[in-house]
Nanobody
Framework: QLQFVESGGGLVQPGGSLRLSCAASKFTRDIKTIGWFRQAPGKEREGVSCINDSGVRKNYADSVKGRFTISRDHAKNIAYLQMNSLKPEDTAVYYC????????????????WGQGTQVTVSP
């Protein structure tokens, strides 16, 4: 079963930056979209951003627009999330998976999550 491995999280002060990486557990040409999701303590998992296979089409949650940038290396099935101007409310475990571009939801059949990477924004 295809899974994803997330990395790049850490502790950062408000206003700081982090770059997350997401790699597929095996190479496949079938991944059309890759997206980032996050889950804060006591909250439901939410979609953060999604990108299509060409990298041209992207979608962002309103809460991160203008601060986060998603990109991908399609040949390597690696996706990135550049996070700038981080806020305490960005604190969460970040996950990646195949996404639905228009709705920022996880694609059907891809809701088996990896371990994620913890992002903590705190003074």
């Amino acid at each position: 079963q295809l899974q994803f491995v997330e990395s790049g999280g850490g502790l950062v002060q408000p206003g700081g930056s982090l770059r997350l990486s997401c790699a597929a557990s095996k190479f496949t040409r079938d991944i059309k979209t890759i997206g980032w999701f996050r889950q804060a303590p006591g909250k439901e998992r939410e979609g953060v951003s999604c990108i299509n296979d060409s990298g041209v089409r992207k979608n962002y949650a309103d809460s991160v627009k203008g601060r986060f940038t998603i990109s991908r290396d399609h040949a390597k099935n690696i996706a990135y999330l550049q996070m700038n101007s981080l806020k305490p409310e960005d604190t969460a475990v970040y996950y990646c998976s195949v996404c639905v571009l228009s709705t920022l939801t996880v694609a059907r059949g891809f809701d088996s999550w990896g371990q994620g990477t913890q992002v903590t924004v705190s003074p």
